[in-house]
């Protein structure tokens, strides 16, 4: 029960558990709000994975089971968005209440930021590594040589000695070239119009710095200076200079920064229907269900048929079942 899939998030404030907890439920739906009950936090509620754990229930018996849950007021499902930008995703969560609730309580509790954070998964939580001791190992007692010297293992190899530098000199640290350098040094293998010396990407360098401090890409760079190139170019150093300096992009006000104490906007949960799954706020589903499935559900609720009226049909079946018989 531990797949995804509409887990199971308790609702705040239930009463401990009774013996009469579902006494006014019918015998299904109470058989069904017992197994629910005891359940624990993030256990699957999908209407597939209940059915595998239920064998005497169908997955229509139990959808109709959690419909019937939900206009009673112990359960509401809802659907919450998590990350933000391109990784935003939803989940599915069911709110689980042993005690009934009204429509007025699901709204006014799933509206609150507690509901939110309780819908959201909770973070992953990374082992420590396997190579640090939880605490340090108790001092080892006297072995035998034999066993000193295997413990110990290899001596440490000695390192290499290094040749002695001169007094004054410095010791020399390779240089990364700068985004700048490489755009202009690639120039030359994307068009063989441009190709630059290394001398001549030094001397352009500060040039090409100057646009990318400004919040341009390399691709953007790339592409203002090899856009309608002439069939020949005599001098590529003199033309991208040209062009470095004609073509500089304006300077944009820097946007204001968040600052990083504002708390991040609330995102409020949407109620998915029992039913069917339309999503909606919490107010626009009374009984957690839409108003299409909830007007069938209350017109479906008719008052059964006498117990006589069934006899008599079955015995007017019986009767033609005889008359079709062969002689």
């Known amino acids: 029960m ?5 887990g199971k998030r308790s609702a705040p404030g239930q009463l401990a558990r009774a013996r009469d907890d579902f006494a006014l439920l019918p015998t299904r739906e109470r058989y069904f709000a017992g197994f629910v009950d005891h359940l624990p936090d993030g256990a699957s509620m999908s209407v597939k994975q209940l059915a595998k754990q239920l064998p005497l229930y169908g997955q229509q018996a139990i959808s109709t089971a959690l419909k019937a849950l939900s206009v009673a007021g112990h359960l509401r499902r809802v659907r919450c968005p998590v990350g933000a930008g391109d990784e935003t995703r939803w989940v599915f969560r069911t709110f689980w209440s042993r005690t009934t609730r009204d429509n007025e309580w699901w ?22 590594p396997p190579w640090v001791p939880a605490e340090e190992p108790p001092p080892a007692g006297p072995e035998s040589p034999a066993v000193t010297e295997q413990a110990l293992g290899p001596a440490p190899v000695p390192p290499q000695r290094t040749p002695p530098q001169a007094p004054g000199a410095e010791p020399t640290q390779p240089t ?12 030359g293998r994307d068009d063989h119009r441009l190709g630059l010396s290394a001398d001549d990407c030094t001397t352009l ?44 992009p304006p300077l944009l006000p820097a946007t204001p920064s968040t600052p990083a104490d504002t708390p991040a906007p609330a995102r409020r949960l949407l109620v998915e229907c029992t039913d069917c799954g339309r999503p909606g706020q919490p107010e626009a589903l009374p009984d957690g269900l839409c108003r299409p499935c909830h007007t069938t559900h209350s017109a479906s609720g008719q008052p059964s048929p006498d117990p006589t009226q069934i006899a008599a049909v079955k015995a007017h079946m019986a009767n033609l079942r005889d008359l079709l018989k062969p002689v």
């Open 176 to 187: 990364t070239p700068s985004p700048a350098y490489l755009a202009l040094a690639r120039l």
């Open 205 to 248: 360098e500060p040039l090409a710095a100057q646009w990318l401090d400004r919040g341009v890409t390399t691709d953007y760079l790339t592409s203002a200076l090899t856009a309608g190139l002439p069939a020949e170019v005599d001098s590529p150093v003199g033309l991208l200079r040209r062009r470095l300096i004609d073509k500089l």
């Open 107 to 128: 709204n006014t509790y799933l509206a609150t930021e507690t509901a939110s954070q309780t819908a959201a998964p909770a973070p992953d939580t990374v082992p420590p």
């Open 2 to 6: 531990a797949k995804p899939g509409y």
